[in-house]
């Protein structure tokens, strides 16, 4: 289980020498390779350049083994060095049926706020980057389930947005639509719903860049 592969994939800019584990994790399916090497004493969070076979699995479609790692109770909230966790890659790559299945196996558990690059970030991100409205759909969906309540903006934040002449970026999902915690509903503005990451990472660019736009 500790051999290594080079990794020749075309989609690579170089070959990989890279991990057994993570070489089935990419690309052999179904999964009986993997099964073996994990039966035989691989470590199921083995890391590749601070990728993890879930993360691998998930980034490169291959969902036999994203079935069998999560069975196995791989690391869900595991990311790479960058903040980018396994859900993230199958939501940029519009993998309807690993988002499904991440969702279904993990219910309740997905973190869907995370940091890249330091900076705030989330599933909505990645959303908005698709514009993929079935995904739209499907986190909706998941995060009724999880029937998070919304948080209110801090006085602090909410003066701030008041003071200033610029307008804060919508999530484009009103309160109705859609309850949780990476949105943040601003009072008195007709139940508008924000993401948590956009109103921060707008309050800090109000403090070196104000916005002369009109509310």
Not at 4 to 24: F, G, K, R, S
Not at 45 to 64: C, F, H, K, M, R
Not at 97 to 105: N, Q
């Amino acid at each position: 289980p500790n051999i290594t592969i080079l990794d020749q994939h075309e989609y690579l800019q170089q070959p990989q020498e890279v991990p057994a584990i993570i070489y089935a994790a990419r690309h052999i399916k179904p999964s009986t390779i993997l099964k073996y090497l994990l039966d035989n004493g691989a470590d199921i969070e083995q890391t590749y350049d601070t990728s993890t076979p879930l993360i691998e699995a998930v980034e490169w479609g291959n969902l036999s083994a994203v079935t069998l790692l999560l069975e196995r109770n791989a690391n869900i909230h595991a990311n790479t060095s960058t903040g980018i966790p396994a859900i993230a890659y199958a939501v940029m790559n519009e993998d309807i049926p690993m988002i499904k299945l991440i969702l279904d196996k993990r219910k309740g558990e997905i973190e869907l706020n995370y940091t890249v690059f330091g900076e705030p970030s989330g599933i909505m991100d990645d959303i908005d980057k698709t514009n993929n409205t079935d995904i739209s759909k499907i986190f909706k969906e998941y995060i009724r389930f999880k029937d998070i309540d919304v948080p209110i903006l801090s006085e602090e934040e909410f003066k701030l947005c008041e003071a200033s002449p610029g307008k804060p970026p919508k999530c484009g999902i009103s309160l109705d639509e859609l309850k949780r915690h990476e949105t943040v509903k601003l009072p008195g503005k007709n139940n508008v719903c924000y993401h948590r990451s956009h109103i921060q990472k707008w309050l800090r660019q109000q403090k070196t860049n104000p916005v002369t736009t009109e509310h």
